[in-house]
């Protein structure tokens, strides 16, 4: 079948995935992480670069994606550049399993890179406390209101309704923490207590330093294929099963409810589309820009009711080992965040189905077997966006 044959529907594999080198990395520029993750991920799929008919980055260029595919060498038919904030990545693999499910394309790549630690230490940018000032966000951004300031809003929202407590919000980064501490990409690996995390350097009540993720450098890559390439890889695939997608708000005043992430309708779609229950689900993979977004998410995936998410947190339930491993390679607030961090959620979570994640934080299912669903699901903005997609193996 030929790339823009309409065919029904086929099933859409992950073929490869891979990160660049990641942490610190000063002698990159962006576009070489780009280049490293793709390289990477296609060695990984056991395909040639040829097959490659679709392509899909964000965040990067005047005319993203065609500056970067133009750096890969690449000419592809069926392109996307969403940009939604750190769903960016969960939409447009929804975007790219759709597109090749209808023939539209046999193998599309997505692909991310970003020196946004080393940018801002060489002073080539500085930290951005909003998204802008115009449009909508003209009406908020006088008064202070920054970014975090209305993630640490709704976070205050959710203490006052249903009596959420720092310590169970600390608890969250804690265990993040626990996660890295076996992965050696990870930035941040050294164990730290709820104490720590409560006594650290006020950024935006409630949020103290270590409630916050972390900035770092790095990149990465998948490539999702037809089921008709399946034959050719070079490992076992793991399917898409089911995705999400969702926008809820810019302006905070235009929010229903502070306790509510779009997560609520990208999960039930995913969920439903996959036909499996979040009790089914092995692991998950949450956007973590701050412990806050872990625990809402968690409700509005189905995990736990709402409300319930500061209890379901504790008592190591997120640790590799736990009962609902969440973030196992230590997410955004241990392992890497470099602006955009969803595309590294697909990819922790298929190392995870396919038993890659090494010994020592390789999640094993009751009885030692590998894991057979994940979960991934990005938070795009101040909870304004989510795409979620469920993974299986086998």
Known sequence: MTSGTLSRNRKVAVAGVALSDCGRVDEATPYALHAQAARRALADSGLDRSVIDGFASAGLGTLAPIEVAEYLGLRPTWVDSTSVGGATWE????????????????????????????????????????????????????YGHTLIAKYAMAARRHMHQYGTTLEQLAQIAVQARANAATNPDALYRAPITVDEVLSGPMIADPFTKLHCCIRSDGGCAVLLVAEDRVPDLAKPPVWVLGSGTSVSHTTMSEWDDFT???????????????GVRPSEIDLAEIYDAFTYMTLVTLEDLG????????????????????????????????????????????????????????????????????????????????????????????
């Not at 961090?341 to 010994?359: C, D």
């Not at 094993?364 to 469920?390: D, E, M, Q």
Request: hydrophobic residues 45%.
């Open 91 to 142: 939409v447009m693999a929804a975007h790219a399993a759709d597109a090749i499910a209808a023939g539209r394309a046999d193998a599309v790549l997505l692909v991310y890179g970003s020196t946004a630690r080393a940018d801002i230490r060489a002073r080539r940018r500085t930290a951005n406390l909003s998204f802008g000032a115009r449009g909508p966000l003209q009406f908020e951004v006088p």
């Open 303 to 394: 995990f736990c009711a709402k409300g319930e998410g500061g209890a379901f947190v504790g008592k190591g339930r997120l640790l590799r080992d736990g009962e609902l491993p969440v973030n196992t390679d230590g997410g955004g607030l241990a392992a890497c965040h470099p602006g955009m961090r969803g595309l590294f959620l697909l990819v922790e979570a298929v190392r995870q189905l396919r038993g890659e994640a090494g010994p020592d934080r390789q999640v094993r299912k009751p009885g030692g077997g590998l894991p057979r669903l994940a979960v991934a699901s990005g938070t795009g903005g101040w909870f304004c966006s989510s795409g979620t997609v469920v993974l299986g193996r086998g």
């Open 260 to 274: 509510v992430s779009p997560a609520a309708v990208s999960g039930r779609l995913a969920f439903e589309r996959a």
